[in-house]
């Protein structure tokens, strides 16, 4: 079983920016483990269904994000501390969501919440205008 804990949200002005973190963590769980999986990002905004924000490979060196969010967003990776972090700047109102990762045990970065079989509880993002 693999345990994911996201921290960073807050509360932050239009133009401003937040950093996430996800630290993996679990029973047999090590670096080179956590280094094989795929990482995605999500959220939820109230009264919304769960969308994609971005995902990063198992190799580190593939990245997808979704549109509205491609230029803003970075997501990155520290295998030897089993974490993934989401760099976001340039933060706008519609960003307004609690913020989830999830892994994928297959290495890959889907868009597809349903290849994916960990998460997070995930952390709230507020973007004030």
């Known amino acids: 079983q693999v345990q994911l804990v996201e921290s960073g949200g807050g509360l932050v002005q239009a133009g401003g920016s937040l950093r996430l973190s996800c630290v993996a963590s679990?029973?047999?769980?090590?670096?080179?483990?956590?280094?094989?999986?795929?990482m995605g990002w999500f959220r939820q905004a109230a009264g919304k269904e769960r969308e994609f924000v971005g995902a990063?490979?198992?190799?580190?060196?593939?990245?997808t994000y979704v549109d509205s969010v491609r230029g803003r967003f970075t997501i990155s990776r520290d295998n030897a501390k089993m974490t993934v972090f989401l760099q976001m700047n340039g933060l706008k109102p519609e960003d307004t969501a609690v913020y989830f990762c999830?892994?994928?045990?297959?290495?890959?970065?889907?868009?597809?919440?349903?290849?994916?079989?960990?998460w997070g509880q995930g952390t709230q993002v507020t973007v004030s205008s």
């Open positions: 679990g029973r047999g769980l090590n670096s080179p483990g956590f280094s094989n999986y795929g």
């Open positions: 990063i490979w198992q190799s580190g060196s593939i990245t």
């Open positions: 999830a892994a994928d045990v297959h290495g890959l970065g889907r868009n597809d919440q349903s290849r994916y079989e960990y």
